[in-house]
């Protein structure tokens, strides 16, 4: 893979509705990423288990590149006090898929079905659904003519991004509360760690804050996200969350990946179909 070659992340919705045999022929030639919580996903889609986890694998066998997921990144960043570099393709265990050195089935069963379902769902559970709860009873109680304001907010999913965002850029001390919502264990150097937008530490708070304000208006308006609702939009964040890195998204969910990485990342590219991915992208690496 070349240094400045594009890198474009592919999510659920769009993996389940292109078909296979053009999704590797696009990976033999482009910087495909294929994160792990699409690997998580298709473990987890019990009537479609085997059928999502065997396309997962072909596409890594035609050239696609498996990559982590937040966790990852952020212990990263903590132990060593700078931003994750810029490639996120993990090549040793894209080889490891290649190569089927173990069956892939054990390897989600024991790693990244297990992480998930424990340590990984803790914080958008208290982020989601607790904080925003907190937050919707205080505004409710002390602060009506806010509570107005987020009502009057608009219903385009898109715009309340960018007011949700634009407030948390301006106001919010991501600094601080990294530090207040990380595991200890994780940071080396608290002086030294997430200081800026250039941290994958930094845009994970910051697309998990927006997520949860915009849970805020969703009370607002009578409704009330639930943990399946939470669990989903976590998983869509951890999407979005590689734009930090990557160059553009294969997408084709509009109630939250596309919205949210347009408000999030207006300079990055979003694409519904491989036909609309431009020129570019193109890495044939096999006629330089």
């Keep these: 893979m070349m240094p400045k070659s594009k890198q ?71 132990k060593n006090s700078r931003p994750y570099p810029r490639l996120l393709a993990n090549a040793q265990k894209t080889e490891w898929i290649r190569a089927q050195t173990e069956n892939l089935d054990v390897m989600l069963d024991s790693q990244i079905t297990n992480k998930s379902r424990d340590s990984h769902w803790a914080m958008p559970r208290r982020m989601f659904l607790e904080m925003s709860r907190q937050l919707h009873e205080r505004v409710c109680s002390e602060l009506p003519h806010v509570a107005s304001e987020i009502r009057d907010l608009p219903d385009c999913k898109f715009a309340r991004f960018q007011t949700w965002l634009n407030g948390i850029d301006t106001y919010s001390d991501i600094h601080e509360l990294a ?14 760690f997430c200081t800026s937008r250039e941290w994958m530490a930094w845009q994970h708070l910051r697309l998990s804050l927006a997520v949860q304000r915009d849970y805020v208006y969703l009370r607002q308006k009578g409704g009330d ?24 998204i294969i997408t084709r969910d509009k109630k939250l990946v ?27 690496w096999t006629n330089p």
């Excluded at 690997?39 to 696609?64: F, H, I, P, Q, W």
């Excluded at 990485?261 to 431009?278: G, I, N």
Aim: aromatic share 10%; proline share 4%; glycine share 6%.
């Design 258 to 284: 596309e919205p949210l990485t347009r408000a999030a990342f207006p300079e990055k590219d979003v694409f519904s179909s491989l036909e609309e991915v431009p020129e570019s992208y193109r890495c044939d």
């Design 8 to 78: 474009v992340v592919i999510d659920k919705s769009a993996f389940d509705g292109i078909r296979t045999d053009a999704l590797c022929g696009f990976a033999r030639c482009h910087v495909l990423l294929v994160s792990d919580t699409l690997l998580y996903e298709c473990a987890t889609s019990d009537e479609r288990r085997k059928k999502g986890l065997d396309r997962y694998e072909k596409l890594v066998r035609d050239g696609a590149h498996w990559c982590s997921m937040s966790t990852e990144y952020i212990e990263w960043e903590g």
């Design 179 to 192: 530090l207040q919502w990380l595991p200890s264990r994780w940071i080396g150097n608290t002086a030294q």
């Design 225 to 248: 996200p639930g943990n399946r609702l939470a669990e989903h939009d976590d998983r869509d964040v951890e999407y979005v969350l590689l734009l930090s890195r990557a160059d553009g």
